[in-house]
C-alpha cells in the first residue's frame, strides 16, 4: 500500500511542478518581434563573427531592424541565404561577389629550408614574437597552426609534408577569422568565381631579389616581368614584391608562365595547350 | 644574510669563468652598431656613408625624452646604414664602420688608465655626461641612465643601490669587473650619488662572490658613504625590485617607478662607465662579455668593443665549440637564443653562453600535478600554473585580474615545473594580450574624456 | 642547426617521475615492518593491490582514452597501490583488492581526466569505497602480541577505544595500548597504522629531499594535537590523550602521505596549513562523535572537496 500511496505522491508533485512551470513561462515570457526568430532560423547559426556583428541573433535582429539591407550579408549562408531572406522580409539584398582565402607565401619545406630548430609552444602568433622566423624569409608562414585552430568550419588544414596549412576553398566562408589570426598578415580573402579560378602572387618578402631568392626557392624577386606582360595593368611591383589587383586581373594567365621563380599561383584552370613548335 | 622574501629559486651556478681576468677581445675588420640597443626611441644616425670616424665619435644622436646616443668603437669610414638583423633575426637599423686598423681615438678622451677621483662637478654636469656618452643599463635591461637620474620632480630620492648580484648562472663579467676596477667603480658610485644629491650608496653582492665582498669593501672604506652588502644567493636577486626588497626593505609599488619609493638602481658595470664617461670622457663602446659554456675549453671575461659580430667574438677564441646546439645571448634563464650569428655585441649583452645537445633541448613536456613549486618559485607572488590555464583559454579579463602584468619574465616558473611545462611561453601570450586589451580601454577613456572636454 | 627557444633555457632536475620514486622510497620502511610483522601476506596484498592499479591505468589509458602516451611511467599509479594497500586490512579478499583498485583509479582518478586532474585522493576514494561496500571483511583485524609471527584477531587502537565507550567504559578503564607500543609497531591494524616510527623516517625523507613542504603535515598533527588535547582536558573521562590521536589510526599516514598528496592538496602555503587544520579538526570530530573509530579518510576526502574554494586565496603579491 505504501508504494501505491508513494507512487501517487510522485505524480501529483510532478504535475503541480509541471503547472507552475507552465504558468511562470507564460507570465514572464519576454515580448520579442517574432520576426526575430524566424530570421534567425534562417540564418546558418555558426556564430563565426563574419558579418562583423557578435552571433547570428544579433545579425537576425539587424536584419529585421534595418530599413535597408546594405551592409548587412552572411558570408557563410552566402547568396542563397540572403536572397531566402531578403525575400522573407521583403527587403533587396546587396549582392556581395565570392571570396576565399589565399595565403600569400608558398615557402614549403623543400623550397624554403629551415636554418635553425625552433622548440617553443605551437602557437603562430608566440613565435612571432621571440623570432624571425624558423627559415631565412621573415615574412614567410611560419607553419603552427594558428590559422588552422581559428577556422570553426574546419577549412584549414596544415600539411604535415609542407608545413604551410591548405584551404579547403569549398568549405571557405569567407568569415575573416583567419586572416585577423595571422600574425604576418599573409591571408587575404580575394574574388573568386565559382569555379574558384583565382591568380595571385603567394610571396609577401620584400626583401631584395637576390636575399628572398636565396631564402626561398619560391620568392617573388620584384623582377617586373609579370607587370610588363599584363595587359590589363593589373600587376604592381613595390619594394621588390609584385602584387596582383583581383578586380583588374581577367585571368589570362600570362603573368604565371613569365614568373621565373614560379611565385605566382594559378588555381582551378584548365590545362593549358601545348605550344607548337614553329620553325622561324 | 639579507635577501628577498618572496619566492625564488636556485639553478646550478656553474660560474666556470669565475676568477679568470679580463682578457681583451681582438678588434674586429668591421664593427655593426645598431641604433636601437636601449629602451625607447631608437637613436637617430648622423653620419652618411664615406664619412669618417674616430673611436668614440657620435654615429647616432638621441631621439626624444627616453632614447640615447651611439657612438663609434673602431676607427675607420662608414660602409653601410641599413636595416639588418639582430641576433633574433628581427631587423633594425645598423651602422656598418669598416675598421682601418688605426685605432684613432676622440682627442677629448683621456686614455691614460691612472684612476681620476675628480669630483668638482654639478649634479647637471654628471647627468649631461653621461646622456652624451650614451650610457644605458648593462645590466640587460638598457634603460637611459641619464632618464632614470632625473626621476618625476615629485618623487624624492634617498637611496642610491648598486647591483652587483649578478644571479643569473655562468655570468661572472661583473665579479671580474668588481675584483679589477673596485677603485673605478667607487668613485662612480660618488659622482652617481652626487648627481641624485643623496649621501649614502650601498652595493649589493651574492655571496658566491667572496673574493668580490671583500675586496670592494676594502676598498669601499677609503670613499665616504659606500656600504658593501652581502646577499643570499637566490634567483632573482638581480632584479632590481628585488635587490630594493634585500637592501632597504621597501617594495616597489606595482606598475610604479622605484623612484617612487626614494630608490635608484645602477649596475655594477654601468656604474664604471659612469666613470669613464665623467671623468675620461669616454663614451660607451665596449663591455666586457662573459663567453662561457660547459662545452668549452676556456671560458673567458672578454673585453668587447659594441657592434663586434658574435661570429668576430667566437672566431678570436678559436670558433663556436663542437656540439654547440644553442648560444644564448645573455644568461640562461632570462636571456635570448641567438638565431644569427653575424649579429653584433649589443650595449647589453652581458654574456655568451654555448649549450651543448644534452643542454639545449627542452625536456618532454607532461600533465601538470599541481605542485605547486611554480607558485612557490614566482618572486612576484602570482600564480603561473593558473595563470598559464588562462592564457591557454585567452581569457583576458581573468588575466589582468589575476595581475599578470606584473610578471617581468624571470622564468622561475617554467624552471621549477616538475612536468617541464612551458609556463612563461603562455603567460607571455596572455601578458601581450593583456596589455594589448589595457592599451586598447585606456585609448577609449582618453578619447571619451577628450569628447567630455 | 642551432635550437631556438624562448628563455628560460635551464629546467630543473626534478621530474614527475622522480618525485613519485622519493615517495616509493619513503613509503620502503613502513613496507618493511609490516613484512617482517605479518609475513607474506603483506607481500601478496600490496603486490596485488599495485599490479591492478597499474594495469588499470594502463588498460583505460590504451583502450578507453586511446593515447600513446604511457602515463603509468610516472609511477603515480604504484604509489596509489601502495597508499591503498597500506590502508587495508591484511585478512581482506584479494578480488576485494582488485575492486578498491579499480575504483581508486578508474573513477577516483582517470574518469576525471588522469593524473593532476582528480578532485579527490585516488587512494582514499578506494577505501571508503571498500569501507562502505564490505563493512565486516574491512574492519577484521589481526593482532601480534610482542612481535610474534603468531596472529589473534583483535581491534585496532581506535576500534576499541569507540566500542568501549559506546559499551559504557570510561577511558581509564579500557586497556589502550602505551605511546611506545603504538610509535614502534605492537598493535593491531593496516600496514600503514602500526609502526609510527617507520612513517616518520619516510617523512623525514620526503621533507629532506623537497618532496614534500612542512605545512601540511605540521599542520595537520598539531590541529589533531591541540583539538583533542582541549576535549582531554575538558572531560579526560570520555576522551583519549592526544598522543594517542596523533599516533593511532591513520594520523601518521595520512597526514605525511595521504593529505600531501600534490593533485589534491592547496597550492599556497597558507591554503596548505588551512588544509591541515581542517583535516585535524574533522577527524578528532568524528573519532569522538562519529559512527566510525577512524576519522582520517572521511577528513581528508572533505577537505579535498573545500580545495578549488582554498585554491581562491592568493599568496602575497609583490608590492602590495
Keep these: 500500500m505504501t508504494i501505491v500511496n508513494t507512487i501517487i505522491l510522485l505524480c501529483a508533485i510532478g504535475v503541480l511542478a509541471a503547472l507552475a512551470l507552465y504558468f511562470v513561462a507564460k507570465k514572464f515570457k519576454v515580448e520579442e518581434n517574432p520576426l526575430y526568430d524566424e530570421v534567425e532560423a534562417m540564418l546558418p547559426g555558426a556564430n563565426c563573427g563574419g558579418c562583423g556583428l557578435p552571433g547570428c541573433r544579433k545579425l537576425a535582429v539587424k536584419l529585421v531592424d534595418s530599413p535597408s539591407l546594405e551592409g548587412l550579408y552572411c558570408t557563410v549562408g552566402g547568396e542563397a541565404t540572403m536572397d531566402k531572406i531578403g525575400e522573407f522580409l521583403g527587403k533587396k539584398v546587396q549582392s556581395k561577389e565570392m571570396q576565399v582565402a589565399v595565403l600569400k607565401c608558398n615557402g614549403t619545406c623543400a623550397k624554403r629550408p629551415k636554418t635553425i630548430n625552433y622548440e617553443g609552444i605551437s602557437s603562430c602568433a608566440f613565435a612571432a614574437t621571440q623570432l624571425s622566423g624558423d627559415t631565412a624569409c621573415s615574412f614567410g608562414c611560419i607553419g603552427l597552426g594558428d590559422c588552422e585552430s581559428v577556422c570553426q568550419f574546419g577549412g584549414i588544414k596544415i600539411n604535415p609534408e609542407t608545413k604551410i596549412p591548405e584551404f579547403d576553398t569549398s568549405i571557405c566562408t569567407a568569415c575573416g577569422q583567419c586572416a585577423q589570426a595571422c600574425p604576418r598578415h599573409l591571408i587575404e580573402l580575394r574574388k573568386t568565381n565559382k569555379k574558384d579560378m583565382k591568380i595571385y602572387v603567394a610571396c609577401s618578402n620584400t626583401d631584395k631579389g637576390a636575399v628572398a631568392r636565396k631564402a626561398c626557392t619560391a620568392a617573388c624577386i620584384g623582377c617586373g616581368k609579370c607587370a610588363k606582360v599584363c595587359q590589363n595593368e593589373a600587376i604592381t611591383v613595390s619594394n621588390n614584391l609584385a602584387y596582383i589587383d583581383p578586380n583588374k586581373c581577367k585571368l589570362c594567365r600570362k603573368c604565371v608562365e613569365e614568373c621565373p621563380t614560379g611565385a605566382i599561383i594559378e588555381t582551378n584552370f584548365p590545362p593549358r595547350k601545348k605550344k607548337e613548335e614553329t620553325n622561324e | 644574510m639579507k635577501t628577498f622574501t618572496i619566492g625564488g629559486v636556485h639553478p646550478k651556478e656553474n660560474k666556470l669563468s669565475s676568477g679568470k681576468k679580463i682578457e681583451r677581445s681582438p678588434l674586429p675588420e668591421k664593427v655593426i652598431i645598431p641604433m636601437a640597443q636601449h629602451i625607447g626611441a631608437p637613436a637617430n644616425p648622423i653620419v652618411a656613408v664615406g664619412d669618417a670616424v674616430k673611436i668614440g665619435t657620435k654615429i647616432g644622436e638621441s631621439n626624444g625624452f627616453v632614447s640615447a646616443s651611439v657612438h663609434s668603437s673602431v676607427s675607420g669610414v662608414v660602409e653601410k646604414i641599413d636595416m639588418m638583423p639582430d641576433f633574433a633575426g628581427f631587423k633594425k637599423q645598423m651602422v656598418v664602420i669598416a675598421n682601418n686598423g688605426k685605432d684613432e681615438w676622440e682627442e677629448s678622451i683621456d686614455r691614460s688608465s691612472e684612476l681620476n677621483t675628480n669630483l668638482n662637478f654639478t649634479a647637471e654636469e654628471i647627468k649631461a655626461k653621461i646622456a652624451n656618452a650614451g650610457i644605458v643599463g648593462m645590466g640587460g635591461a638598457t634603460f637611459p641612465i641619464s632618464v632614470k637620474l632625473s626621476p618625476p620632480k615629485d618623487m624624492v630620492i634617498d637611496n642610491l643601490l648598486i647591483n652587483g648580484a649578478e644571479c643569473e648562472p655562468y655570468l661572472t663579467a661583473d665579479h671580474a669587473l668588481m675584483l679589477e676596477k673596485a677603485d673605478e667603480i667607487c668613485v662612480g658610485i660618488e659622482l652617481l650619488m652626487k648627481a641624485l644629491n643623496v649621501t649614502t650608496a650601498k652595493v649589493g653582492i651574492e655571496n658566491n662572490k667572496p673574493d668580490a665582498i671583500a675586496h670592494m669593501t676594502e676598498v669601499a672604506a677609503k670613499y665616504q658613504g659606500i656600504e658593501i652588502v652581502p646577499l643570499k644567493v637566490k634567483y632573482p636577486q638581480g632584479s632590481e625590485k628585488h635587490l630594493i626588497q634585500a637592501l632597504t626593505g621597501r617594495e616597489v609599488p606595482p606598475r610604479q617607478l622605484p623612484a617612487f619609493i ?192 | 642547426m642551432l635550437t631556438v627557444s624562448p628563455s628560460p633555457h635551464y629546467q630543473s632536475d626534478t621530474s614527475t617521475t622522480k618525485l613519485m620514486r622519493n615517495v616509493l622510497i619513503a613509503l620502503l620502511p613502513a613496507f618493511i615492518f609490516s613484512l617482517f610483522i605479518y609475513g607474506i601476506s603483506a607481500l601478496i596484498l600490496t603486490f596485488t593491490a599495485v ?69 579527490f585522493n585516488p587512494a582514499l576514494v578506494g577505501r571508503v569505497f571498500l569501507l562502505v561496500s564490505f563493512p565486516a571483511d574491512m574492519t577484521t583485524w589481526t593482532k601480534v602480541s610482542d612481535y610474534s609471527v603468531d596472529a589473534t584477531t583483535g581491534a585496532t587502537p581506535l576500534g576499541l577505544l569507540k566500542e568501549s565507550i559506546l559499551s559504557g567504559k570510561t577511558v581509564p578503564q579500557i586497556e589502550l595500548p602505551s605511546a611506545s607500543d603504538m610509535v614502534l609497531g605492537n598493535i593491531g591494524g593496516s600496514f600503514g597504522e602500526i609502526s609510527v616510527i617507520a612513517l616518520v623516517i619516510g617523512g623525514l625523507f620526503l621533507l629532506c629531499t623537497k618532496t614534500i613542504s612542512w605545512h601540511i603535515p605540521v599542520s595537520v598533527l598539531g590541529s589533531m594535537f591541540i583539538f583533542s588535547g582541549i576535549f582531554y582536558l575538558v572531560n579526560p573521562e570520555l576522551n583519549a590523550n592526544p598522543l594517542f590521536h596523533i599516533c593511532s589510526g591513520g594520523a601518521m599516514l595520512g597526514a605525511i602521505f595521504m593529505a600531501t598528496d600534490y593533485t589534491t592538496s592547496p597550492m599556497t602555503k597558507c591554503g596548505k596549513i588551512i588544509f591541515g587544520i581542517g583535516i585535524g579538526c574533522i577527524t578528532i570530530i568524528i573519532r569522538r562523535y562519529g559512527a566510525y573509530p577512524e576519522g582520517m579518510s572521511f577528513a581528508i576526502l572533505i577537505m579535498n572537496a573545500l580545495v578549488p574554494l582554498i585554491n581562491k586565496i592568493k599568496p602575497h603579491r609583490y608590492g602590495s
Design chain 2, 262 to 453: 626614494g630608490c635608484v638602481v645602477c649596475n655594477v658595470a654601468t656604474t664604471f662607465a659612469v666613470y669613464e664617461a665623467v671623468e675620461k670622457n669616454k663614451p660607451l663602446i665596449e663591455r666586457i662579455v662573459t663567453v662561457t659554456g660547459t662545452g668549452m675549453q676556456n671560458p673567458s671575461n672578454l673585453l668587447v668593443r659594441i657592434g663586434t659580430r658574435i661570429s668576430d667574438v667566437f672566431a678570436a677564441i678559436g670558433g663556436v665549440p663542437e656540439h654547440t646546439d644553442k648560444i644564448i645571448a645573455g644568461g640562461p634563464m632570462m636571456g635570448k637564443a641567438i638565431q644569427n650569428i653575424d649579429a653584433p655585441i649589443m650595449k647589453g649583452s652581458s654574456g655568451l653562453v654555448c649549450m651543448t645537445e644534452q643542454e639545449a633541448h627542452r625536456k618532454k613536456e607532461s600533465n601538470c600535478i599541481r605542485c605547486g613549486r611554480c607558485v612557490d618559485g614566482c618572486p612576484m607572488g602570482l600564480e603561473p600554473y593558473l595563470l598559464y590555464a588562462l592564457s591557454k583559454q585567452s581569457m583576458v579579463n581573468e588575466l589582468i585580474e589575476h595581475n599578470v602584468t606584473d610578471c617581468f619574465e624571470c622564468g622561475s616558473c617554467s624552471f621549477s615545473c616538475p612536468a617541464h611545462k612551458p609556463l612563461l611561453d603562455y603567460i607571455r601570450l596572455g601578458k601581450a594580450k593583456a596589455m594589448q586589451q589595457l592599451k586598447a580601454e585606456m585609448a577609449k577613456k582618453q578619447q571619451s574624456e577628450n569628447n567630455k572636454n
Design chain 3, 51 to 119: 599490479v591492478s592499479c597499474v594495469f588499470f591505468e594502463f588498460a583505460i589509458n590504451k583502450w578507453l582514452f586511446k593515447s600513446d602516451e604511457y602515463s603509468i611511467r610516472d609511477c603515480s599509479a604504484v604509489i596509489t597501490g601502495v597508499l591503498l594497500a597500506f590502508n587495508l586490512p591484511n585478512t581482506l579478499p584479494l578480488w576485494m583488492v582488485v575492486v578498491g583498485s579499480l575504483v581508486a583509479i578508474g573513477i577516483a582518478k582517470m574518469s576525471f581526466g588522469g593524473i593532476g586532474c582528480n578532485i
